[in-house]
């Protein structure tokens, strides 16, 4: 299936790619700022239960289209992500871990159609952690406590996820579809994204506990542009 979309994906750039250059096309610069909102978790290997982190994203810009069809989307923004953990409702047990990045990611803006236009856009995206914050409840952090102070000293536990953050730079790959709303005042894209992490937050050493803790973050984005050239 992912080879299906990923052969569509090559296909579908192409075809646009080929016919603008049939075209004489003026190039365009766009700067804009916008914000939305994220339902997060971290993919822990071995697993962790977890439900969807909810966080807030927003930030700055710069849209270039080069071509008809196509361009070149940069963005710096700031987001809230982290995750989750689900406990049997009966359980005194509560955990919330909000890691807050930089994000900057530079995708390949793909477009159709006039005054409403679908967008795709996808490409690498990395990250900076900026800091973070944790809500535990008392009867999880007597647990950890207990588990910690019994374990042998260098064991990997799985109470490691409830340490700092190990990793500060994160990467991945950024994917969003949606559509965009040309008018007298300015552009307005409305947009879903997904963000599928390539790096971890915490060390996955064979002395580690975790050998995987990427993030995916599922978005739902406004933007406004207004255009420059």
Same mark, same amino acid.
């Given at each position: 299936?992912?080879?299906?979309?990923?052969?569509?994906?090559?296909?579908?750039?192409?075809?646009?790619?080929?016919?603008?250059q049939?075209n004489?096309?003026?190039?365009e610069l766009?700067?804009?700022?916008?914000?939305?909102?994220?339902?997060s978790?971290?993919?822990?290997?071995?697993?962790?239960?977890?439900?969807?982190?909810n966080? !807030?994203?927003?930030?700055?810009?710069?849209?270039?289209? @080069?071509?008809?069809?196509?361009?070149?989307l940069?963005?710096?923004?700031?987001?809230?992500?982290?995750?989750?953990?689900?406990? %049997?409702?009966?359980?005194?047990?509560a955990?919330?871990?909000?890691? *807050? =990045?930089?994000?900057?990611?530079?995708?390949t803006?793909?477009?159709?159609?006039?005054?409403?236009?679908?967008?795709? *856009?996808?490409?690498?995206?990395?990250g900076?952690?900026?800091?973070? @914050?944790?809500?535990m409840?008392?009867?999880l952090?007597?647990? !950890? %406590?207990?588990?910690?102070?019994?374990?042998?000293?260098?064991?990997?536990?799985?109470?490691?996820?409830? %340490?700092?953050? *190990?990793?500060?730079f994160?990467?991945g790959?950024?994917?969003?579809?949606?559509?965009?709303?040309?008018?007298?005042?300015?552009?307005?894209?409305?947009?879903?994204?997904?963000?599928?992490g390539?790096?971890d937050?915490? *060390?996955?050493?064979?002395? %580690?506990? =975790?050998s995987?803790?990427?993030?995916? !973050?599922?978005?739902?984005k406004?933007?406004? =542009?207004?255009?420059?050239?």
């Amino acid at each position: 299936m992912k080879r299906i979309f990923v052969f569509f994906t090559i296909f579908f750039v192409v075809v646009l790619w080929a016919d603008a250059q049939k075209n004489t096309f003026k190039p365009e610069l766009y700067i804009g700022a916008g914000g939305g909102y994220m339902f997060s978790k971290v993919d822990f290997q071995p697993k962790v239960s977890q439900v969807m982190k909810n966080g !807030v994203a927003g930030g700055i810009s710069a849209k270039y289209i @080069s071509e008809k069809y196509l361009g070149l989307l940069v963005e710096v923004n700031f987001a809230q992500r982290g995750w989750k953990e689900s406990f %049997d409702a009966n359980s005194d047990y509560a955990y919330t871990r909000t890691l *807050n =990045y930089l994000e900057i990611p530079l995708m390949t803006h793909v477009y159709a159609g006039n005054k409403v236009r679908f967008i795709f *856009n996808i490409g690498p995206q990395i990250g900076i952690l900026l800091g973070s @914050s944790s809500d535990m409840s008392q009867a999880l952090k007597e647990y !950890v %406590d207990a588990q910690t102070a019994s374990a042998e000293e260098g064991e990997p536990i799985p109470e490691q996820r409830y %340490d700092e953050a *190990n990793k500060k730079f994160d990467y991945g790959i950024i994917a969003g579809t949606g559509l965009q709303f040309k008018t007298g005042i300015g552009d307005f894209d409305l947009e879903g994204r997904y963000y599928f992490g390539l790096g971890d937050v915490f *060390n996955n050493t064979v002395s %580690d506990y =975790y050998s995987r803790s990427a993030h995916r !973050v599922i978005e739902a984005k406004l933007t406004y =542009y207004i255009k420059i050239f």
